[in-house]
Nanobody, 123 residues
Framework: QVQLVESGGGLVQAGGSLRLSCAAS????????MGWFRQAPGKEREFVAA????????YYADAVKDRFTISRDNTKNTVYLQMNSLKPEDTAVYYC????????????????WGQGTQVTVSS
């Protein structure tokens, strides 16, 4: 059974930082591209960042570029999202996802999803 478990969310002031983690089990982690998505109240889910299977290639939404960094440790079956210079508009539930095919911007490419972790940025 595949499980993706996010952690590291919380409440932070604007300008602060958080590091999200997503621990994967039940799949051959190194064969999956990984992505982070978020969904704010009343809004559709949106792409945040993705990383290729070996961690060589990374992709970011324009809204988070230069502030967020995605990385992965295939020895720990974990993907990370370092979030710096947080803004109130970053407030959302953050989800990690695994894609057997490739890193992608579209959520439909991903095969497995975590339950999400709440990130709240106060002004």
């Amino acid at each position: 059974q595949v499980q993706l478990v996010e952690s590291g969310g919380g409440l932070v002031q604007a300008g602060g930082s958080l590091r999200l983690s997503c621990a994967a089990s039940g799949l051959s982690f190194g064969f999956y591209a990984m992505g982070w998505f978020r969904q704010a109240p009343g809004k559709e889910r949106e792409f945040v960042a993705a990383v290729s299977r070996a961690g060589i290639s990374t992709y970011y939404a324009d809204a988070v570029k230069d502030r967020f960094t995605i990385s992965r440790d295939n020895t720990k079956n974990t993907v990370y999202l370092q979030m710096n210079s947080l803004k109130p508009e970053d407030t959302a539930v953050y989800y990690c996802a695994a894609a057997r095919t490739r890193a992608a911007y579209g959520g439909s490419t991903y095969d497995y999803w975590g339950q999400g972790t709440q990130v709240t940025v106060s002004s």
